[in-house]
């Protein structure tokens, strides 16, 4: 079962403010060039051994993980101290934590080692996508951005990719161009993977405002059919297709690297294969397709009776899509559909696209073949999301695959 993303847990003289913390094993706290204060040193790691909490409050380390044997130490110490977590294997050494001392909790902002990890921007949008897994929401909630200017810094520096979502995170506008010349001097190696409609990129200005994206960020962008009657209808919003696909040329334009995301459901799905005709002959500079099968959340739930179809129906259209584009040579990935729902010849073009603490697996998984190989499914999508079709594989079955 995947790790859930906060727990809570007794919080002892941090104060009533949230405070973020790089939780790390005593070995590496000393080691560390962050500033000690934005450390927590994490007690319960094996390496950490004995330590006088004393020491650690002298050396202003910010708090330290342990257990409810460290309380008196901690507090004649002065030393901030999280205890009892209610799930003890939430948070481990390397990660970014979010310590909130009223409720005691905390929470994971960045788990080190994890396959994605994303920072969200906003709940805002300029969109009501029917089947938007994170419904908007019409708010003030410019902190999040501060958060995530205060988080970078407490980044490993050898991080492959980071995630960034809303909400719409253009609707930060100097903001988010700002967080982009953060990452660069922060986390030069690390490339960024950008979700948004794309739709306000339809102003040359924003373009040139996020010019620090350039070699270093993808844009992750939907369409969700070839015409605009279907796709404003998806995304709710007149006149978003013509933005979108300028928006699209204008990124291309300035030299950014552009995906374009397709999410499979019955609205969308019956556009797929000329939308595949139309990326192909209208974007062909595209650095990679994604096409998605759906996270049964938020407005999908809600919009259940608009959106459900088959999913053994959908891989198989999604299939034909990804293997036309892939055919023409165009980069193109199968996200979250497992892999006995898919023709032989596309598991190659699948991945293990959900993030591990919201993957999960049928009963209908135990002994498959192929499931160290597998997506699995979103922990949302319960057996009427899933469709009758689902089954294990053979390992005769993978070897035929591979041959």
Known sequence: MSLPLHTLAQVEGLGPTPKLLKLLALPEALA?????????????????????????????FGAAFGTIDHVPEAREAGLPLIHSLRRGDVAGSGDVVRVESSPGRVGIVHRRGANANTLLLTERCNSLCVMCSQP????????????????????????????????????LGEGLGRLLEVVRERLPSTRLHILTNGRLFSDPGLVRTVSAGVDAVTWGIPLYAEVARVHDDVVQASGAFDETL????????????VEIRFVAHAMSLPRLPA???????????????????????????????????????????????????????????????????????????????????????????????VRTACCGFFISADATWRGQRIRPLSAAEMSEASA
């Open 136 to 171: 908007p929401r019409d708010e003030d909630d410019s902190w999040r951005l501060a958060e995530a200017l205060d988080v970078i810094p407490l980044l490993d520096h050898d991080i492959e990719v980071l995630g960034i979502t809303g909400g719409e995170p253009t609707l």
């Open 32 to 60: 560390t060039e962050l500033p000690l204060n934005r450390v927590a040193v994490d007690l319960r790691h094996p390496s950490s051994g004995k330590v006088l909490l004393a020491a650690l409050a002298a050396a202003d």
């Open 246 to 257: 300028e928006g699209i040329h204008n990124l291309a334009e300035a030299g950014h690297d």
């Open 275 to 369: 939308l595949a005709e139309f990326i192909w002959r209208n974007l062909p500079f595209s650095g990679h397709v994604a096409l998605m099968g759906l996270e049964p959340m938020g407005y999908a739930r809600k919009n259940r009776d608009r959106l459900w179809v088959d999913p053994a129906d959908a891989a198989a259209t999604v299939a034909d899509a990804a293997i036309y584009l892939a055919r023409r040579g165009m980069p193109v990935s199968i996200y979250n559909v497992p892999l006995c729902l898919l023709p032989r010849q596309a598991w190659p073009l699948a991945r293990q696209s959900i993030s591990d603490w919201k993957q999960d697996y049928a009963a209908e998984c135990e002994g498959c073949a």
